[in-house]
């Protein structure tokens, strides 16, 4: 089982896609586990995107994320990492699949619409980054679960 964390960007929700998105997740199957409304600080943009400090397009990217609310979603489910990254697409909209959610309605790099996680480690950091413990519900189950994936 793996965690994931998905943020609908400031793009996503201001172009009224976050329902769009969301959805997309939720009918792939994955168990929603958290999920808030939020403003991204500068410093939780820093350190989420602290991987890439030294790129250029770092300080375009803080202003970004942090110019107006998201919505941050903790996610789980069997190979939670790959599976959402394949529905969002690749990082450059122009070359994702279409049928990915960036190939679907997105252009360019700078207006990509949604992060996930790129690793199981990262996935449980950046979702503890995001979620305190009080806020995430990881032991609900839904009666659909053994139709989902194989329980173990
Ligand atoms: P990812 O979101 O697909 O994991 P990363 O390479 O981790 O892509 O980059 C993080 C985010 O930084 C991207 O989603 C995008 O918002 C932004 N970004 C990446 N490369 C560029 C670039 O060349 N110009 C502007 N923004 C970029
Ligand atoms: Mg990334």
Redesign the pocket.
């Known amino acids: 089982m793996e965690r994931t964390l998905i943020i609908v960007k400031p793009d996503g929700v201001q172009r009224g896609l976050a329902g769009e998105i969301i959805k997309r997740f939720e009918q792939r199957g994955l168990k929603i586990i958290g999920m808030k409304f939020m403003l991204v600080s500068r410093e939780l943009a820093e350190k989420h995107?602290a991987i890439?400090r030294e790129r250029d397009?770092f300080p375009?990217?803080v202003n970004?994320i942090t110019s107006s609310p998201v919505i941050a979603l903790a996610l789980e489910g069997p190979n939670a990492i790959l599976a959402a990254r394949t529905t969002i697409g690749k990082?450059k909209p122009f070359e994702a699949e279409a049928g990915s959610i960036r190939g679907d309605f997105a252009l360019e790099?700078?207006y990509?619409l949604v992060?996930?996680s790129?690793s199981p480690e990262n996935g449980l950091a950046e979702v503890a980054n995001f979620f305190s413990e009080a806020e995430l519900f990881p032991g609900w189950s839904r009666n659909v679960d053994p139709w989902i994936a194989v329980q173990r």
């Open positions: 995107y890439h397009f375009k990217l970004y990082t790099v700078d990509n992060h996930g790129d």
